[in-house]
C-alpha cells in the first residue's frame, strides 16, 4: 500500500458497502431487547480505529476482545456462519479494495483506511441498535 494520500476519493460507494456490510451482521443475529454492551463495545472499536496506526493492530484488539470473558457477549455471537468478530475482520481485510475501487483514487493510504474502518464500526453500531429495537427491516440496506 502506498503512503501518498488517494485524492478525490468518492466516499459513498465505499460507505454504502459498509452499511450493507453492517447491516448484514445486525440482521443475521439474535439480539437481546437492549444491544448487550455492543453499542459501548462498537465505541471503543470506533475510538482504538481511529487511534490504531494499522489494521493489523485493530484486528489484534478485537481478537484480544474476542478472548475476554468481559467482552465476548459481541465478539463471540453467532451471526450467519461466523462470529461477528470474524466478520468484522474479514470487512476491515476488504476495506483497502473497496478503497482502492474508486478509479480516482491512485492510493490508499493505512490511515484512510483505519478512517475508514472506524465509520464502518459507527454503521455497526447504529444497525445493530436498530435490529435490537426491532426497526431494521429484513433485507434493508
Request: hydrophobic share 45%; net charge positive; aromatic share 6%.
Amino acid at each position: 500500500m502506498n503512503v501518498q494520500a488517494a485524492t478525490n476519493v468518492n466516499r459513498v460507494p465505499i460507505d454504502d458497502w459498509m452499511v450493507e456490510q453492517a447491516n448484514a451482521i445486525a440482521r443475521e443475529t439474535v439480539w437481546d431487547k437492549n444491544g448487550d454492551q455492543s453499542a459501548s463495545q462498537l465505541s471503543r472499536a470506533m475510538k482504538v480505529a481511529l487511534a490504531a496506526p494499522t489494521r493489523r493492530v485493530l484486528e489484534h484488539w478485537i481478537r484480544y476482545q474476542w478472548a475476554r470473558e468481559t467482552s465476548q457477549d459481541l465478539w463471540q455471537k453467532r451471526s450467519g456462519n461466523s462470529t461477528i468478530a470474524q466478520r468484522v475482520i474479514s470487512v476491515l481485510n476488504q476495506l483497502p479494495q473497496k478503497l482502492q475501487s474508486d478509479p480516482r483514487a491512485t492510493t490508499v493510504t493505512e490511515a484512510e483506511v483505519m478512517q475508514a474502518a472506524a465509520r464502518f464500526f459507527g454503521y455497526l453500531r447504529r444497525s445493530i441498535i436498530a435490529a435490537a429495537k426491532g426497526k431494521l427491516a429484513p433485507g434493508e440496506v
